[in-house]
């Protein structure tokens, strides 16, 4: 099968053709219909952060079941399914308390499959799996924790975006903050995860959402995903226009969504006396955050937040109900489509801050 490797951090991937073993116990193979290029597959082609190489990038992921191996009992050839990029084993202390995107299933993979091996070679050479999945190939052989069945009506190009960058932007509002109705919030940084706080918050009912960005064009792409107010950092005062614009109260809450430092300090500094701050970004490995723990006195918050705190198996069909009753945005979110041969292309747009979201269609 056709598919994406990196070699090495600072080299772009290399379209080739592998090798996939089949489904071992309780793993599944599936065609995959799109993958989702997200800034988190970026860090590790940029050597912000580590991982065994070569390897399969590729973590938002949709197809179709194609085999299944022995032992597997949650699906069958032909079921549609999203993939999810934490397994959830069901069984950890954490998946029992309802905190399933904390399993401990998640920590056991390291670059291979929940056997210590991977499925994946090229010749002789060992190819590494990214979050069990991998997504950037025509095919994955992916833990069967890590499937979400879902409606066989929905468009398995579109609902691939279900498998991160959505779940983690409406459920950082929506399971993370708990946002009420009524509130202000802040979101600073409108790119693919960004748009989906601003709509995660539309769904909250909240009554000021004020979108951040130094970039014109995605800031002006928040209004389209029901930002109230738009803030371009780059030419205008932050501080200022949140206290204006909140009738000099600041915002309840206030999430990042870029993984910088500075960018932390600042939606903090947006929140009011007992606000609250989710950091979704991802920030470089080593990066240390600076803060005056005067500012926390006041009832503030500051809380972090992976896969928008959220259950893959309730989370995800959810999302896709909303979409298919149009009260939840995917197609706006897809700027550019690829084939995997341009997927170079496809991270160098990312880069440069041009996309929203960018699928490969397979
Ligand atoms: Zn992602
Ligand atoms: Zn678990």
Known sequence: MKAAVLYEAFKPLVVEDLELERPKEHE??????????????LHYMKGDREHPMPVVLGHEGAGIVEEIGPGVTYAQPGDHVVLSFVPTCGK????????QNLCEARYGLRGNMQDGTTRLRKGSQEIHHFNGLSTFGEYAVVPEDSLVKIREDAPLDRVA?????????????INTAKVRPGSSVVVIGTGGVGLNVVQGAVLA???????????????????QFG?????NAATED??????????????DYAFEVIGSTEAIKQAMMTTKRGGTTVVVGVTPAGAELTIDPDFLHLDRVLMGCTYGSCYPRADMPMLIDLYMARRLKLDELISATFKIDDINTAFEALDQGEVARSIIRY
């Open 28 to 41: 599944v193979l599936v065609k995959l219909t799109a993958s989702g290029v997200c800034h988190s597959d």
């Open 92 to 99: 950890c202390s954490y998946c029992v308390k309802g905190r």
């Open 161 to 173: 975006l279900i498998g991160c960058g959505v779940p983690t932007g409406v459920g950082a509002v």
């Open 205 to 223: 009912g909240a009554e000021a959402i004020i979108g951040v960005d130094i970039h014109g064009g995605k800031l002006e792409h928040a209004l």
């Open 227 to 231: 930002a109230t107010h738009l803030i």
């Open 238 to 251: 932050v501080m200022e226009k949140v206290r204006d614009i909140t009738r000099g109260e600041m915002a």
